[in-house]
């Protein structure tokens, strides 16, 4: 399958859903979609190591849950004909949710899927106002600050996870820690989001393990299938990487921020100056960030 969304007639931005690769892999750009064809190119790649292609192609690039296999799709080659066009029809099933829903499918520029998963590629305020890119029609909002941000070759690729079914959202957060604490070094942090109504959603954390270093600010991407409104608050517990644990060991947090990078316009909550008791559960009432005057 090799679509194309035309969206004007001179050829300003150009749709690539899971373009071909079967014998279209590592041929000139002359015969095949490439970023020279339009003034924006953008690409969803959903199975790279099948009827996909997996070289970059646009200007910027979206590989969705690696690119490759897809959650929801069959497993099994006895599947049918499912099994062979599942992956590859993907690509246009999570642009249409672009456009029949208000899911916002936040994308993350990164050099790989591996360093995407490992959680160091979470810097979404490189982007500004806007948070990272989404997949999708709205691909194109993000053309000048991508422009800006790449030297040379104006092309970018960003990796997200999904669910399995339609409409595919999830929502991405990101927990900001800074710690007074120089023993705070190897460990990992667990938490879980409450709303007013005492609805929890626990997080799917991209990287257990996270060096904390003293008034240096560490970032945890987090994922939850559930949008979560009105936070009323956070559970949260440190635990030491080490065998050496320490039951009554006590850890100085100067600020956390905690923020939606999926609706970016969400004011970011934060909490500051309290102590976390190694494997000990604390429960937070985060409020309003506070402005820092320059």
């Not at 599947?79 to 066009?85: A, E, L, P, R």
């Not at 993907?90 to 360093?115: G, H, Q, W």
Request: aromatic residues 14%.
């Amino acid at each position: 399958m090799r679509v194309y969304i035309f969206l004007c007639l001179i050829c300003w931005a150009r749709s690539g859903l899971d373009p071909a690769g079967p014998k279209f892999s590592g041929k000139p750009s002359s015969g095949r979609l490439d970023y020279t064809d339009a003034k924006f190119v953008d690409v969803i790649h959903s199975d790279t190591d099948g009827l996909g292609i997996k070289e970059p192609l646009g200007h910027i690039d979206f590989y969705p849950n690696g690119g490759k296999k897809q959650p929801g799709c069959p497993k099994s080659i006895f599947s049918g004909i499912d099994f062979i066009k599942c992956d590859h029809q993907r690509a246009v099933y999570l642009f249409m949710a672009t456009l029949e829903t208000n899911c916002n499918f936040i994308s993350f520029p990164c050099n790989s899927y591996k360093d995407y998963k490992t959680g160091s590629c979470v810097d979404c305020d490189n982007f500004k106002t806007k948070s990272c890119p989404r997949l999708g029609y709205q691909a194109e909002l993000w053309k000048d600050v991508l422009k800006e941000k790449t030297a040379g070759r104006f092309q970018t690729s960003v990796f997200l996870d999904t669910t399995g079914a339609n409409p595919f959202c999830t929502y991405y957060f990101v927990l900001s820690i800074t710690s007074l604490d120089e023993t705070m070094k190897d460990g990992y942090i667990t938490f879980k989001l409450f709303n007013q109504i005492g609805v929890v959603e626990k997080a799917r954390l991209y990287k257990k393990n996270k060096s904390f270093y003293k008034l240096q600010e560490a970032k945890i991407l987090a994922q939850f299938f559930n949008d979560v409104v009105n936070i009323s608050s956070i559970h949260l517990a440190y635990f030491q990487s080490s065998h050496q644990r320490c039951s009554t060991c006590e850890y100085i947090i100067q600020c956390l921020m905690l923020k939606s990078l999926t609706y970016p316009e969400r004011p970011p909550l934060c909490m500051y100056n309290f102590v976390l008791k190694e494997s000990k559960e604390v429960f937070l009432n985060p409020s309003a960030c506070i402005t820092k005057k320059i």
